[in-house]
């Protein structure tokens, strides 16, 4: 038998992967189930986005493209950032990779290795702690409980960073738990990275447009620490393209040289049909998205409303994303039909098996207290869900 590596056998698979797959295989099967557990869209890609692809086979862009991506890309993005976030970034501060998951990977790779430690607080995307992992630098958790809306401060951060710290990462909003760092919540981390010149930040953007709060704030925009941050962001969420595979960084430029560098022994330049698709997107004005996070602010009310109603739930109200994260914990010890729930991963199990509906466990997000739930989905589907939900839940005892 082939003995595998050490590195992909210390390497867990992605939880909402598993989940999802585990999904398929029981609808495969014939039984009705209700995925609740990837973060997908269930909106099309825009006409228009599709449209600008098909002209680009039309056109012959079907050859390699440049490994940090088109300049007419990197142009659009640079636009962007200025548009949206006002961040200056040059074309050669940005690079496109195939999904925001590479983009992180490539900036990981490129800046830490054995010995270095990487902070990340908890929950965190499932991702972050993976990619760390493979980079073989240690993983230092800083926990960010529901009593604090998820979110940490920077004197925690501060009391997490040591001599060997080289990189943070986080996210806004984030992703499981749909929190949203304030521009003076941002304001307090960047003085800690003031003092801390050395340390980088990955701000994970991807679900910027998915905001229900006024305005989104980037890290970047603080003048003094803007070469310490690599700003993340990419097409999938905002833009329903999660298919097309298209993420990119807005970095220093000798950070995005070395994510050219790093990619370019991968999977070089992403798609070019992909790439000609997503300048129509960051062209358009963001304000054609506000039905869909219209439509997604009121599939949030939904989910919070009917966790409101079920007994030993705690919810937060989540200012972003289209995820619930709520703190389960109180069903552990509680049993029915000779099955009792120990964890979140039981809870999630048992919610899959007595509701038929896939949830994703928080312990996979860092929080063993929580499940992950969707909400990117119809109501029509969340209302026959949460019903499901509740009922599983009430029987417990």
């Given at each position: 038998?082939?003995?595998?590596?050490?590195?992909?056998?210390?390497?867990?698979?992605?939880?909402?992967?598993?989940?999802?797959?585990?999904?398929?295989?029981?609808?495969?099967?014939?039984?009705?189930?209700?995925?609740?557990?990837?973060?997908?869209?269930?909106?099309?890609?825009?006409?228009?986005?599709?449209?600008?692809?098909?002209?680009?086979?039309?056109?012959?862009?079907?050859?390699?493209?440049?490994?940090?991506?088109?300049?007419?890309?990197?142009?659009?993005?640079?636009?962007?950032?200025?548009?949206?976030?006002?961040?200056?970034?040059?074309?050669?501060?940005?690079?496109?990779?195939?999904?925001?998951?590479?983009?992180?990977?490539?900036?990981?790779?490129?800046?830490?290795?054995?010995?270095?430690?990487?902070?990340?607080?908890?929950?965190?995307?499932?991702?972050?702690?993976?990619?760390?992992?493979?980079?073989?630098?240690?993983?230092?958790?800083?926990?960010?409980?529901?009593?604090?809306?998820?979110?940490?401060?920077?004197?925690?951060?501060?009391?997490?960073?040591?001599?060997?710290?080289?990189?943070?990462?986080?996210?806004?909003?984030?992703?499981?738990?749909?929190?949203?760092?304030?521009?003076?919540?941002?304001?307090?981390?960047?003085?800690?990275?003031?003092?801390?010149?050395?340390?980088?930040?990955?701000?994970?953007?991807?679900?910027?447009?998915?905001?229900?709060?006024?305005?989104?704030?980037?890290?970047?925009?603080?003048?003094?620490?803007?070469?310490?941050?690599?700003?993340?962001?990419?097409?999938?969420?905002?833009?329903?393209?999660?298919?097309?595979?298209?993420?990119?960084?807005?970095?220093?430029?000798?950070?995005?040289?070395?994510?050219?560098?790093?990619?370019?022994?991968?999977?070089?330049?992403?798609?070019?049909?992909?790439?000609?698709?997503?300048?129509?997107?960051?062209?358009?004005?963001p304000a054609v998205l506000k039905d869909m996070i219209k439509a997604f602010e009121g599939r949030r009310k939904l989910v919070l409303n009917a966790l409101g109603q079920i007994k030993g739930v705690n919810a937060n109200v989540p200012e972003g994303a289209f995820y619930v994260f709520p703190d389960?914990?109180?069903?552990?010890?509680?049993?029915?039909?000779?099955r009792t729930i120990k964890d979140c991963s039981d809870l999630a199990l048992y919610l899959l098996d007595e509701a038929l509906v896939a949830l994703v466990t928080g312990e996979a997000f860092g929080d063993p207290n929580c499940i992950r739930i969707s909400y990117a989905t119809s109501e029509e589907?969340?209302?026959?869900?949460?019903?499901?939900?509740?009922?599983?839940?009430?029987?417990?005892?």
């Amino acid at each position: 038998m082939i003995k595998l590596s050490d590195r992909i056998n210390a390497m867990e698979e992605s939880a909402t992967i598993a989940m999802s797959r585990k999904s398929r295989e029981l609808i495969a099967e014939g039984k009705d189930i209700i995925a609740l557990s990837l973060g997908e869209p269930d909106f099309n890609t825009p006409d228009f986005i599709k449209e600008a692809a098909s002209k680009a086979m039309e056109d012959n862009f079907t050859f390699y493209t440049p490994v940090p991506g088109f300049l007419d890309l990197r142009q659009a993005i640079a636009k962007k950032f200025k548009r949206d976030n006002d961040l200056d970034y040059s074309p050669d501060e940005i690079v496109v990779s195939t999904g925001a998951k590479q983009s992180i990977a490539n900036v990981v790779l490129s800046l830490v290795g054995a010995g270095d430690e990487v902070v990340i607080p908890a929950p965190y995307w499932v991702s972050y702690l993976e990619i760390v992992k493979m980079s073989e630098a240690k993983p230092i958790i800083v926990n960010a409980g529901i009593e604090s809306d998820f979110k940490v401060s920077g004197a925690t951060l501060e009391a997490a960073i040591t001599d060997k710290t080289k990189l943070i990462i986080f996210s806004t909003p984030c992703n499981p738990t749909g929190s949203v760092y304030s521009k003076e919540e941002l304001a307090d981390i960047a003085k800690v990275l003031e003092r801390h010149p050395n340390v980088v930040i990955i701000a994970d953007e991807i679900y910027e447009h998915i905001n229900f709060t006024s305005k989104h704030e980037s890290l970047a925009q603080f003048p003094e620490i803007k070469n310490q941050v690599v700003t993340v962001n990419g097409v999938s969420k905002a833009w329903a393209m999660t298919g097309w595979r298209l993420g990119y960084i807005g970095a220093s430029k000798q950070i995005a040289a070395a994510c050219t560098k790093m990619q370019g022994q991968f999977t070089s330049g992403t798609s070019s049909i992909t790439q000609k698709a997503a300048i129509a997107a960051l062209e358009a004005d963001p304000a054609v998205l506000k039905d869909m996070i219209k439509a997604f602010e009121g599939r949030r009310k939904l989910v919070l409303n009917a966790l409101g109603q079920i007994k030993g739930v705690n919810a937060n109200v989540p200012e972003g994303a289209f995820y619930v994260f709520p703190d389960v914990s109180y069903f552990y010890g509680k049993s029915y039909n000779g099955r009792t729930i120990k964890d979140c991963s039981d809870l999630a199990l048992y919610l899959l098996d007595e509701a038929l509906v896939a949830l994703v466990t928080g312990e996979a997000f860092g929080d063993p207290n929580c499940i992950r739930i969707s909400y990117a989905t119809s109501e029509e589907i969340l209302t026959k869900a949460m019903s499901r939900i509740r009922e599983a839940l009430e029987k417990l005892s």
